[in-house]
C-alpha cells in the first residue's frame, strides 16, 4: 500500500482542538495502516489501498466532519509528490540565504496558468513566490507577519483557492518519514 501524508487546515486552532493519538484513531477507523502523526498541526501519515488522492481527501474530510462535528479542509500528497516538492525547493533554495523563511501552501488543485503568472508577477526583490505543481513556495526574509506581499492589494487581486500552509522544516520533517520505492 503507497504511503500518503494528510495535510489538515485549521487543526489545533481556536476551538478546534484535538489530540494527535485521537486524530491518528479517526484515520485508522478509516481503514488506514502505519498511522502516524506529526506535530500537533493535522500532519497525518498513512498507508491506504485508494491510490486517488481526490478521493482520499473527501472520505478524510466526510470522516471528520461527522466525527467532529466541523469541516476539516484536507489536503493529501503521496510520499512521491512530498519528495519531488522537496526536490523543487531545494533546487530554488540551494542559492539563498540561510535565514531565509520557506512556507509551502498545499491546495487541492493546480493554479491556473493565468493565476500562476498573476502570483509570480506578485514577487519581490525580498519576497519571492513560486508555483510549483499543486504547492506555491514563498520566500521571504524575515517573518510571515512583516511580510509586504502576503499583505498586497495584487495578492489578494489574485483570489488565491482556499489552501493550509506548513513551514519547510515541518515538510521536511514528512519527507524523512516517507519510503520512497
Same mark, same amino acid.
Given at each position: ?37 506529526l506535530l500537533a498541526s493535522g500532519n497525518v501519515l498513512f498507508r491506504a489501498a485508494h491510490q486517488n488522492t481526490g478521493k482520499l ?8 466532519? #461527522?466525527? @467532529?462535528?466541523?469541516? *476539516? =479542509?484536507?489536503? %493529501? ?8 516538492? $522537496?526536490? !523543487? ?19 487541492? #488543485?493546480? @493554479?491556473?496558468?493565468? *493565476? =500562476?503568472?498573476? %502570483? ?8 519571492? $513566490?513560486? !508555483? ?24 489578494k487581486a489574485v483570489g488565491l483557492p482556499t489552501g493550509t500552509m506548513r513551514n519547510l522544516n515541518t515538510v521536511e520533517k514528512l ?7
Amino acid at each position: 500500500m503507497p504511503h500518503y501524508v494528510a495535510l489538515l487546515g485549521g487543526i489545533n486552532l481556536g476551538n478546534r482542538r484535538l489530540k494527535m493519538d485521537a486524530l491518528a484513531a479517526h484515520f485508522q477507523a478509516l481503514g488506514c495502516d502505519d498511522v502516524q502523526t506529526l506535530l500537533a498541526s493535522g500532519n497525518v501519515l498513512f498507508r491506504a489501498a485508494h491510490q486517488n488522492t481526490g478521493k482520499l481527501e473527501v472520505r478524510i474530510e466526510q470522516h471528520l466532519a #461527522e466525527s @467532529l462535528g466541523y469541516p *476539516v =479542509a484536507t489536503y %493529501v500528497r503521496s510520499a512521491a509528490e512530498i519528495h519531488a516538492l $522537496l526536490e !523543487v525547493t531545494s533546487k530554488i533554495t540551494r542559492k539563498a540565504a540561510a535565514t531565509l523563511n520557506v512556507q509551502v501552501l498545499f491546495f487541492k #488543485e493546480p @493554479l491556473s496558468k493565468s *493565476v =500562476a503568472k498573476q %502570483v509570480i508577477a506578485c514577487s519581490t526583490p525580498t519576497e519571492r $513566490l513560486v !508555483v510549483a505543481e499543486r504547492e506555491l513556495l514563498w520566500l521571504l526574509p524575515g517573518k510571515m507577519s512583516e511580510s509586504v506581499v502576503w499583505k498586497s492589494p495584487e495578492l489578494k487581486a489574485v483570489g488565491l483557492p482556499t489552501g493550509t500552509m506548513r513551514n519547510l522544516n515541518t515538510v521536511e520533517k514528512l519527507g524523512a518519514r516517507f519510503h520512497v520505492p
